[in-house]
C-alpha cells in the first residue's frame, strides 16, 4: 500500500489563520470534517453527470480542485455529517447519543423546505440560514424523517441501502478511545438505520465510524481494514459491506486510477459509496488527487468525494488541505462552530487522552463516557 512521502504532505496554501489552534488530535478530527465538505463541494458540481459528460465539461483529467473557482457550496452530505455532530456533542450519555443525533436530524428534515416537517430546531445549526438550503436532499432521508427517522437495527424503517446513511456517520469516530470499537461501530451503525433500513445501507456507517477512528489515529489502511472486517463479519448479511471493502483495499496497491474506482461501483449505495471513498483515500497522493479520484465517475461524486476527503483528512491533517479551499466553504462558520461545542465536551473530559492506541490504557480511567446534561429538558423540541 502506498505510504505518504514528506513531501506529499506539503500544502501551497496557509491554513486559513481564522482556524481554532488545537492539540494534534483535534487538528485531524477539524481536518476530517474539512476535509469531506470540500470534496463534497467538489463532488456536488457533478453530482448527476455521467464521466462522459463531465469530460466534456472539464476535459480529459475531469473536475480539478485547482480549477474549482468560487464559493463551495457543500450538499446534504456535509449537512447531515454536522448534524451527526451537533447531535453527539449535545448527547449526554454513550446510550443517548442515536437519540439526539435523530433530533439532529429531524432539525436538518426542518430546513429542507418541507412544511409538514417545520418545528423550532433543538440545536443551534438550524439557525444558520447557510445550513437551510436544501442541496439535493436524498429522499430516503426525507422519507424517513418525515416518518420519524425511528428505524433501528432490528426493526429496520425501509429496505434501503443507500448511501445516506455512510455519508453522514464519520463523527462517531471522534468518540474518544474510553468507547470501545464495537461500541463506535455500532453507534455507526444506529445512527444509520434510523433512515435505511437494508444492512448494506447502515453497516458501511458503521464500518465508516470505525475507519474514521483508525484514521484519526494514522493506522496503516491494511491494519484498520483487516480490525473493521473482523467487527464487520460478526454481524450478519455483512457479505455486501465486507466484500465491497476488500475490493477497496485490494485496488488500492498499484498506481491508482479511474478505472479502478469504476470497478468499485457507482456509490449510490452504501457500500459501493464507502469503497470508492475509501480506496480513493488510500490510493491517492494528495488531497487534491484523492477528492479528484473520488468525484470524477459515472456515480454519487458528492457523496464518494466527501467520504475520502473525511478519511485522508482524519489520516494526514489539516496541513494536507487546501487554505484557499477551507476560506470558500459556504459553511465554514456553522462547521466550526458545532467543532467547538464538541470540542469543548472533550474538555470537560479532563484527562483526555489524544491520541493513539499505545495510550489507551491511560484513557480507561475515564471509565463510562457520561457528562452532565447540557441542554434545558425543556427546550427539547421532538
Ligand atoms: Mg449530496
Redesign the pocket.
Known sequence: MRRMGSNDRATTDPIPSILPARTPGATRRLACLLGGAIG?ALG?RV?FQHWREIERRYGPTGIRLAAARGPLVV???TQMTLYTLEGMARAASIESIVDEVRVAYLDWLATQGRSAAARAPVGRLAHHAVMCQP??PGNTCLSALARGGGGTVEQPINDSKGCGGVMRTAPLGFLPLSVDDATVFRLGAECAALTHGHPDGWLPAAAMALLTREALDAAPWDASISRVLVLLRSWPRSDGTAKAIEAAGKAASGAPSRAKVSALGEGWVGEEALAIGLYAAMAARSYAECVEFAANHDGDS??TASIAGQLWGARHGLGTLPGDCIERLDVLGPLLEVFEAWEADYRELGRWVESGRGEAEESRDLGTWRRHPRRDPLSRGS
Open positions: 463534497d456536488y453530482e450538499s446534504d452530505d442541496q439535493a458528492d457523496s
